[in-house]
């Protein structure tokens, strides 16, 4: 089970620092949201934050663009040794050649879908992906509470990579907490994608094992 933590419930004054903590921690990668307050109606982070992070970890980075406009990004900025690639599926004109750039950058493509997206309407790519991004809740802010139907959504997913593309990985992100990450590997979930539940813990390396001992053994459905 991959665990990503996600640096929008960090401490932005502390940011290297929070990174290392997590390493520590036991984390798999970092999770960067990227906002323009056109979007979703907020303000997070930014290409020179991954090239003034990456002094502080050798771990994945994963760029999630909650852009209006992800394709000027993608032109535009030098990702700064970015491992993925997550666009938003209701922002793409053409999905083909917004996946032709991340591609021609060495990096793995995610789409990410809102609570309410279709997953009929996105199979038809997931041969071209390498991650499809569930989110849980509504994106723009962190702490949100999960949105209810998620397992069930997560296992229709899972169905559909199975007969598209096996090896797709099914990841979630908006509202995962120790208290259901073992409802969601079960379900068919290969990544979860943490915030709230991880920065804002008092023992975030005793938060991480008792997440890894909670999915052990767990079976899919």
């Not at 665990?3 to 970092?30: C, H, K, N, T």
């Not at 999905?95 to 990096?107: D, Q």
């Not at 073992?182 to 709230?196: E, H, K, N």
């Amino acid at each position: 089970m991959h665990i990503s933590a996600s640096l929008l419930a960090a401490d932005y004054a502390r940011l290297g620092e929070e990174m290392q903590r997590a390493e520590r921690a036991g984390v798999d990668s970092f999770h960067f949201d990227m906002m323009d307050g056109h979007y979703v109606p907020n303000l997070a982070l930014s290409p020179e934050h991954l090239k003034a992070l990456r002094p502080y970890s050798k771990l994945p980075f994963h760029v999630h663009l909650e852009l209006e406009n992800p394709d000027y990004v993608l032109a535009n900025f030098v990702l700064f040794r970015a491992g993925m690639m997550i666009v938003q599926w209701d922002t793409l004109a053409n999905p083909t050649h917004t996946f032709g750039e991340i591609r021609a950058k060495n990096t793995k493509i995610g789409l990410g879908l809102n609570p309410d997206g279709a997953l009929d309407k996105v199979s038809a790519l997931f041969h071209d992906l390498d991650v499809l991004l569930l989110l849980g809740v509504y994106p723009g802010f962190g702490g949100q509470t999960i949105q209810p139907g998620m397992e069930e959504r997560i296992t229709e997913a899972r169905h559909l990579a199975d007969r598209h593309n096996p090896g797709l990985m099914i990841a979630v992100d908006g509202g995962v907490k120790p208290e259901n990450a073992a409802r969601l590997v079960r379900a068919g979930a290969d990544m979860l994608i943490m915030g709230t539940a991880l920065f804002q813990s008092s023992n975030m390396a005793g938060t991480v094992r008792s997440i890894r001992e909670s999915l052990a053994g767990s079976p899919r459905r």
